[in-house]
């Protein structure tokens, strides 16, 4: 089974900036996903990047969020900038290979006003 793992997420004030990072098992080469889950909230897209490296973003995130990718290194990155308290939560990292879906155990990301 694939292993998604992401590490960056903390405490942060409001306008501050976290790094999230979300390493795979293997060699990944199909779009991956960061989405993320408020307290008693749905899972909501924040950004997704292909395989050539085009992204697309929530309109909540845009001008503020950059995902990239690795894949050299297996990975993904969210570089997250002028954050805001409605930031908050679990941010999980997202790959579908072959219709199965693959998601990380998250982390937690909270701003602080």
């Known amino acids: 089974q694939v292993q998604l793992v992401e590490s960056g997420g903390g405490l942060v004030q409001v306008g501050g900036s976290l790094r999230l990072s979300c390493v795979a098992s293997g060699s990944i080469f199909n779009a991956m996903g960061w989405y993320r889950q408020a307290p008693g909230k749905q899972r909501e897209l924040v950004a997704i990047i292909g395989n050539s490296g085009m992204t697309n973003y929530a309109a909540s995130v845009k001008g503020r969020f950059t995902m990239s990718r690795d894949n050299a290194k297996n990975s993904v990155y969210l570089q997250m900038n002028s954050l805001k308290p409605e930031d908050t939560g679990v941010y999980y990292c997202?790959?579908?290979?072959?219709?199965?879906?693959?998601w990380g155990q998250g982390t937690q990301v909270t701003v602080s006003s």
């Open positions: 997202y790959l579908r290979i072959r219709a199965i879906d693959y």
